[in-house]
């Protein structure tokens, strides 16, 4: 028997686990062994193909470029799986498939999310794995079938479409603006100070906004933006948010909307060879049908 002759199903398996979590305790809790068991039999997958799957990165495992192969033909493995399930109970006409989706946090905790049941609600062959993080996707990262980036289009490894456009404006409490005073301009902006993102861990370019507020400082800095919603709601400052979230929060008013306002776009980019082309066409339905639904939300100013 040849090193590559050594090839383990089971195996295989914990390596698609591993690539979805991106952490050994994680990947064990998923298919149920120890983490140590993991680690190990994917050193005897490595030595059977002959090849590095994995490294360590930054934020836990990376597939390396081989590994990555080896993951998307792997991952027919459950599909198979799902197909034999599907026979014996009689539903093989079913669209089936697992769709792994990145968006970032606000947008992936509320508007996807939404979209996301809808689909999982009226086809129970579809299975979603919605990974939230406000941060560009990586090409080393495991294969996402869809994923949602701050930004305009951008084609590359994976075909780019806008998704919709937003809108990010100034908030505060009541509370806040009565002890505060009110704000009748921009150069009033220098006595309060913002809630807003950690700027050494701003990754998306197109969030670097808070230099716009000359002599403003960020008060309460937060890597997540529905934790910036919830510090501006406890009164911390004035919050830099978006307005589908902010909006339909009632102790939250809106401060200098005509002085004050961006406007970014989502992006929403696909993978071109998805193993579930049918799932992935109707969660992008899905999503599509859903910010059309919020645009005056995403853009309340028009």
Known sequence: MTAHDDVST???????????????????????????????RLRRLESGLGVTLIEHGHDGWVLTEVGRAVVERSRRIEDIVKDVRAAIRG???TVRGTVRIAAPDGFGSTL????IAEVVREHPGIAVELVTSTRPL????AGYDLSVSIGEPRQGWLASELLTRYELGLYATRDYLRGHGPLTGTAGLARHRLVFY???HLAVAELDLARSFAGTGVGLACTSVLAQLAATRAGAGLGLLPAFLAEPEPDLVRVLPDEVRFVLAYSLSLRRDSP??????LVRAALHRHVARHREELLPLG
């Not at 952490?23 to 190990?40: E, I, K, N, S």
């Open 10 to 40: 089971d195996d295989l398996r914990l390596l698609l686990a591993l690539a979805r979590t991106g952490r050994l305790v994680a990947a064990a809790a998923v298919v149920g062994v120890d983490h140590t068991t993991v680690r190990r």
């Open 91 to 93: 539903d093989g006409e």
């Open 112 to 115: 996807a999310a939404a979209a």
């Open 138 to 141: 990586s090409p080393r990262a």
């Open 198 to 200: 950690v700027e050494s």
């Open 276 to 281: 579930a082309p049918d799932a992935v066409r």
